[in-house]
Structure formats: C-alpha cells, structure tokens
C-alpha cells in the first residue's frame, strides 16, 4: 500500500517546515478558516488532538464537581475522560444498535437537575440523530458537545458536522478519513 500523502501535501508540509514557525503559523490560521468556513462553524480553532479538543470544550462548560453528563458508552475513553478529571459524572445512555450512536428516545429519560450537558459520538463517521438532540438539549437548557473524531466532512440532513452542536471536536490523526497528521 502506497503512501496517504501526495505532492500537494508533500509541498504543504514543506513550506510549513521552511516557514517562521511550526505551531501556530500561517498555515494553521489558514486551515482553521477554511474548515471552520466548510463545516459552517462560527468559530474553528486547532489544537493538539481530539482529546485536547474534548478537554478544552469540557472546560468551556464550567462543570462542578458532581454535575453530570449524559453521554454514549460507545466510545474512546477520550470522550468521558475530561468529565473524570474535573469529577463530572458520565451518565450513559443506550445506543441505537444499528448506528451505534446515542439513541435520542433514551436521553431524556436520564435527565435529572445535576445534568448540564449532552456529549454525543458521531461514530464511525455516522452522524448522530441531531434533531432530537439539540431538542431535548434546548428544551432542559442543557450543552451539546460532540465528538466527532470521526465524522470530518459528514453531514446531517444536508448540514455539515461542526455546525449543529455547541460544540464540535474532530480528530485529524493519521488514521481518520482526512488527516493533518495530528490535530484537531
């Protein structure tokens, strides 16, 4: 199997390596532009991972000690992780086992007065089921954060993943669908 990366990416990676600076420079202001323009975000910022992307999202919340979160089981550990470290409790809703993603009809059920946000997996580059996420998320006043490490140029009932949910965390590794070698 030949390599992922062509000349184009091959003269990409150049310049950055010939350019002033290797984080935060011309070519990551630009890629955060034009993703966040492709995806329909209001705001697109790189960092690190997906993981770092999931720790900085949960930080934005400001979360309390006991809060809890609703959230899939079908998942990374990078997911729930960021809750773990700031003594949120993940509380996990079935999945729908033909998508494998979070199912709506279990979410509400779940809610009680310390549940302040809803994590959702687009797993497998599937989209969740949105609608009745961000239903249930404005109806309760509840954060939606989802991770779509996944899912980088899926769309959901013709809009892109990156602009329905508060907040969207995609992974660039080397392994997923497009790739910046690392970063999200």
Known sequence: ???RVGAEEVEAIARALQGDSLTSGPEVRAFQMEF?????????F?????????????SLFHFKA???????PITFIATSLPLLKKDVVPVFADIDPRTMNIDPNKIEALITP?????Y???YGGHPVDMDPVMEIARKHKLWVLEDAAHSPGAAYKG???????DITCFSFHS????TTGEGA
């Open 1 to 3: 199997m030949g390599s």
């Open 36 to 44: 966040g323009e492709y995806v329909g975000a209001t705001h697109a």
């Open 46 to 58: 790189a960092v690190q991972s997906c993981t770092a992307a999931l720790h900085l999202g949960t």
């Open 66 to 72: 006991g809060d809890e979160v609703i959230t899939t």
């Open 114 to 118: 310390k549940t302040k946000a809803i």
């Open 120 to 122: 959702v997996v687009s």
């Open 159 to 165: 809009r892109m993943i990156g602009s329905i949910a």
């Open 175 to 178: 392994l997923k669908n497009m």
